[in-house]
């Protein structure tokens, strides 16, 4: 297994902190910084392993709404 270096940000909402990996789009949270990032690191882990599906993938389109809050 190969490791890779990643630059993480780590910022606070409400009562969580949110950890997101700059390089790839993957982001995780935690209650602290630490927990944050280690549950980016298995994200991120998960985020590089090969698809096994266990059914077939089916393509679905979707509309959604979106505007100024």
Same mark, same amino acid.
């Given at each position: 297994?190969?490791?890779?270096?990643?630059?993480?940000?780590?910022?606070?909402?409400?009562?969580?902190?949110? &950890?997101? =990996?700059? @390089?790839?789009?993957?982001?995780?949270?935690?209650?602290?910084?630490?927990? %944050?990032?280690?549950? $980016? &690191?298995? =994200?991120? @882990?998960?985020?590089?392993?090969?698809?096994?599906?266990?059914?077939?993938? %089916?393509?679905?389109? $979707?509309?959604?709404?979106?505007?100024?809050?």
């Amino acid at each position: 297994m190969q490791e890779i270096p990643l630059t993480a940000v780590v910022w606070q909402e409400d009562g969580w902190f949110i &950890a997101q =990996a700059l @390089e790839v789009d993957v982001a995780s949270q935690g209650k602290s910084p630490n927990v %944050a990032l280690e549950n $980016l &690191a298995e =994200a991120v @882990e998960l985020h590089f392993e090969p698809p096994r599906p266990t059914v077939l993938p %089916a393509i679905h389109h $979707l509309r959604v709404k979106v505007g100024a809050a």
